[in-house]
């Protein structure tokens, strides 16, 4: 796996993975108090995010399961001192289908952050992960 950085300006930078995906990201702030993309530390969260979601789904799939979404929604804390490592992750995950057997979203997820997900287990050597789910059936309800 191989990625690549430029400097472009201020605390601005290209990130480009080694398919060739572009990224901006710093933390230069503009006029209008907003960033030119998230900073490395956001992207670190937003990746860990990725990881377990995709993990989820496909193990879901796998199981048969009827998902239409997934969404995971982070917050974290960081050490005050530098390197300012990540403490405190909490996962929020709202996984969408019809019918989906809740027992089997709560074991995709575990899976997925205690057994396939590279990068929470990368952060877990600084971080305590804790995560929880909902389940939201879009199956069509028969009223009475």
């Known amino acids: 796996m191989k990625a690549r950085i430029k400097w472009v ?6 990130g480009e993975s080694g398919s060739g995906h572009k990224v901006v990201l710093g933390t230069a702030y503009r006029p ?3 960033t030119p993309g998230p900073s490395p530390m956001e992207l670190v969260l937003i990746g860990t995010g ?3 979601a995709f993990d989820v789904v496909h193990i879901l799939e796998k199981a048969r399961e009827a998902i239409e979404d997934c969404i995971v929604e982070i ?3 960081r050490a005050e001192q530098d390197p300012k490592v990540f403490t405190r992750i909490h996962m929020h995950f709202v996984v969408k ?3 989906l057997a809740a027992n089997k979203v709560e ?3 575990s899976l997925s952050i205690e057994k396939y997900c590279s990068a929470s287990a990368i952060l877990a050597k600084t971080a305590t992960i804790t995560h929880d789910f909902v389940v939201v059936d879009t199956a069509p309800t028969t009223e009475p």
């Open 107 to 109: 074991r995709a997820i």
């Open 75 to 77: 917050d974290a804390e």
């Open 32 to 34: 209008d108090g907003r």
């Open 97 to 99: 289908g019809r019918g």
């Open 9 to 14: 300006e201020d605390r601005t930078f290209i």
């Open 50 to 52: 990725g990881c377990s």
